[in-house]
């Protein structure tokens, strides 16, 4: 079988790292594919990797010999699940190879958060405390979490191990699912609603995915029923948040800040609202990308192949 990696640039590893994929039969490895070669890229393949080039029905309708996407992410947005599934075509995915990395990386933003390590380095750098007259100082008085409500909407292996540090670090943890199951023993956890975490979090952290639901959820309404001392962090979907109002409440104070790994569109466009937005902090979508996680990933979509080649086709979305 035929295999074309389209955008292996996004996992950013040397040839060697491919060598597992390789071993499996052709391969044709490319750093980046458009949206308008895609076709001409797959013509011929039996298996398409991807991790963010899109296969829409009009791209599936014109790879007749195509039979497997495994996408190189856990989340699967970039396949029309439905047309892959009506032309026989399996759609695979890698849950759960990042929860480390995006937990910590998560527990990092909101760390930077009530403590800008950043901003106070930036500070020292520019001649500050050469220049002060006291022993220290603060751009911003750091943000102790012990004694806080961190809120949590959507509470799988990544939501759980946020909850896990900061519940370690002092606060008080409290959630929100569609479905409550498993709660742990930690002093002070309480299932809640979607709305009761906006009204009761100092910190608000999203670990769910984009659905008709939680598209937009943070938005001008939700914002203000915020504590004015808040913070929002998000690191798992862009739609989550309504960029324009996030962007209004920073500048306006409704809020005291937001981080974010993810936009609404990626590469982040010019004209972003969050660039520039008062006490925002933005990573470039790095949260799932340590390199073990990485290895992780492209270690699982080996096994994904290899089982779809043994007719026992594994992590099947569709």
Known sequence: ??????????????????????????????????????????SGAD??????????????????????ISVLA??????DIKAARERGVTVCNVPAYSTQSTAQHTVALVLELCNRVGLHDDSVQNGDWVSSEHFCYWKQAPVELTGLTVGILGFGTIGRRVGAVLHALGARVIASVRTPKNAPDWEGFEWVSPTDLFDQSDV????????????????????A???KTAFIVN??????????????ALDRGVIAGAAV??????????????????????TPHIAWASLRSRRELLAQTVRNIEAFQKNAP????N
Request: glycine share 6%; with cysteine; hydrophobic share 40%.
């Open 1 to 42: 079988m035929k295999t074309i990696v389209l955008d292996a640039g996004s996992l950013d590893f040397d040839k060697n790292e491919w060598a597992g994929l390789e071993a499996l039969g052709p391969c044709d490895v490319r750093e980046n594919t458009k949206p308008d070669a895609v076709v001409e890229a797959c």
């Open 47 to 68: 298996i398409a990797l991807t991790n963010k080039v899109r296969f829409t029905k009009e791209i599936l309708d014109q790879l007749p010999d195509l039979k497997l």
């Open 204 to 223: 608000l952290s999203f670990h769910c995915p984009l659905t008709e639901t939680t598209q937009g959820i943070v938005n001008k309404e939700n914002l």
């Open 314 to 317: 594994v992590c099947v979305v």
């Open 74 to 79: 856990t989340g699967y947005d970039c396949v």
């Open 225 to 227: 029923r915020m504590k």
């Open 261 to 282: 790994d993810v936009v609404s569109h990626e590469p982040m466009p010019k004209d972003c609202p969050l660039l520039g937005a008062k006490n925002c902090i933005i």
């Open 235 to 248: 690191a798992a979907r862009g739609g989550i948040v309504n960029e324009a109002d996030l962007a209004d």
